[in-house]
């Protein structure tokens, strides 16, 4: 495996093709399994949930995501897994139901790190992608994390940025510099990631 550089938003050469339409996937195709490794790779290097192959420079229809394992504190103090991470790997997804009802969400990319804003998601969508033998799969009405990440990653692979569905402009800030006074380098490296919001509410 090896590391992907991934492409910036604040990068005009970089943002031509974060700007693309990406091109569906034919399957079975034996150069995806290395790529979909190295996506995994660069996304837990980055401590992101979710990576599109656009934001690695290929404008294809693949997204990958991660969502973190569920710890609940016991009483003796102690934290036991409770529900396991979760990876999915979706090859030329396509979102064919969503709720009607939204919900904003701070929100921030890979590809903007320490950016963050307030963005509007549909609350539950259902989509369908195929798997890497080419078989159609559906993840019914997935909400909170998936939910999001999913609708995040369908954007990229329509070259449609987290900041172009931003409505109010002002809550559009550099987080990451904003606290960089009173935190220490640690925390700054937790807060550079693609979905995690950068104060108490849960990592997305
Ligand atoms: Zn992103």
Known sequence: ???????????????KILKTNCRPIKLPNRELKQLIADMFETMHDATGVGLAAPQVGLPIRLTVIWIPPVYEKQ??????????????VLINPKIVKMSNEEIIRQEGCLSLPG?????PRATWVTVEYQDLNGKMR????????????????VDHLNGIL??????????????????DAETSAADQVART???????DTPKV
């Open 1 to 15: 495996m090896s590391l992907r550089r991934i492409l910036r938003i604040d990068n005009p050469e970089d943002k």
């Open 75 to 88: 009483e003796d103090g102690t934290e036991v897994e409770t529900a396991p991470a979760e990876e999915y």
């Open 115 to 119: 950016w963050y804003g307030d963005v």
């Open 138 to 153: 559906r993840i019914r009405k997935a909400d909170g994390l998936l939910g999001w990440a999913i609708q995040h990653e």
């Open 162 to 179: 987290f900041t172009e569905r931003i409505r109010d402009l002002s809550t559009l800030r550099d987080l990451t510099k904003e606290q």
């Open 193 to 199: 990631t693609e979905q995690s919001p950068a104060t």
